[in-house]
């Protein structure tokens, strides 16, 4: 039976995940053509203000919201549940990746990993990207005011106190204004070789 190889993909908001989990599939697919791979989402997963998740007082409005920057964000026990089905399932993809901010912090999601990866940025980067991501609808609000209270008030705290330490359980750290054609090329050669170790 063959056993699927897990990669989680992890880094600040807007640090590039997603376009970096984009192009490690692309790299894939295209060294392995008859490989299947599967992408999870951490943030489909996200409370976003339902009831079981995290919550903070803004300092500057009195409100209450939800803090999508704490480990307890996302219903991290279903998710790991639904990959391990995934992985026990007859017909389970050959590479899996997940990927979210605190892909390495939660430690039922890090045990399901076999590489480990961690994107950084300069916060000054993270914090464009962000402003002009959500100004065009990413996400939620597109008042330029109230994304940059929310970052200040929560992404940066939720930043430094849990994705940045979880860099130390990486065991490869890229940058996330690389050309991640490349870097996705060279992390697909880590990945293949953590499959051919099996």
Known sequence: MKRTIVTGIAGGSASGKTTLTTALKTALTGKLPSASVEIVGMDKYFYRGAPGGPKFVSPTTGEEL????????????????????????????????????????????????????????????????????????????????????????????????????????ADLIVRGDSDFRRTADLLCGAIIAARNLE
Request: proline fraction near 5%; aromatic fraction near 6%; charged fraction near 30%.
């Open 66 to 169: 939800p803090d999508n920057n704490h480990p307890g964000s996302a219903d991290n026990a279903r998710l790991a549940r639904d990959v391990v089905a995934r992985l026990n399932d007859d017909e389970a993809p050959d590479f899996l990746i997940i990927e979210g901010l605190m892909a390495l912090q939660v430690k039922e999601v890090r045990e399901l990993l076999d590489v480990r990866v961690f994107v950084e940025l300069d916060a000054d980067l993270r914090a464009l990207r962000r402003l002009l991501r959500d100004m065009n609808g990413g996400r939620g609000s597109t008042d330029p005011q109230w994304i940059s209270t929310y970052y200040r008030e929560c992404a940066r705290v939720g930043h430094s106190t849990w994705v940045e330490p979880s860099r130390t359980y």
